[in-house]
């Protein structure tokens, strides 16, 4: 485990992060392509409530040992229960770099952690590493998220105008 390349991959993912949810209207931020989708202020939230709840509370939960109960979390109900898409997106933002700072100082002060502690759930073992290691992908997938959110609108803001010049998606 290579915990300062993961450190510096979470400090440059915040970053796109950042970017990502930059320069948007508030029409944009709260746009959703269908129902069934999320908005960028929806991922936003999201990302601050796991970064605060789920990724760092956990991985701490199983470095403590394996006996530390983790606490609940329910992050796709969390998107209505706690009305995200009502919120600011400068503020969402501002909150979630605030977090992830607090994360990576945390990181920063693991001097010793065992990556192969394991804590059974239940739908299987995951140890420390496998956590710091989702926690990274997780960033990814909704970076992903975020563009693919940024594209749709585009598309369809320009309409009659097409982007198929640009190359395919």
Not at 122 to 138: F, N
Request: overall charge negative; aromatic content about 10%.
């Amino acid at each position: 485990m290579n915990l300062e390349s993961h450190i510096a991959q979470l400090a440059a993912q915040a970053q796109i992060i950042r970017g990502l949810a930059g320069d948007i209207a508030p029409t944009q931020a709260a746009w959703k392509p269908d129902p069934a989708s999320w908005s960028v202020i929806e991922v936003v939230n999201h990302l601050y409530d796991e970064e605060c709840e789920d990724f760092r509370a956990h991985l701490a939960a199983v470095l403590a040992g394996p006996a530390t109960p983790w606490a609940p979390i329910d992050p796709q109900g969390w998107v209505t229960q706690r009305h995200y898409n009502e919120r600011d997106l400068a503020q969402s933002a501002a909150n979630f770099l605030r977090e992830r700072e607090r994360s990576l100082a945390w990181l920063r002060g693991l001097t010793v952690a065992d990556w192969d502690i394991a804590y059974t759930t239940p739908w299987g073992s995951i140890t420390a590493g496998d956590l710091l290691a989702s926690w990274v992908a997780h960033d990814l997938l909704h970076i992903r998220q975020l563009v693919e959110l940024r594209w749709q609108h585009l598309v369809v803001a320009v309409a009659p105008y097409q982007v198929r010049y640009a190359g395919e998606w």
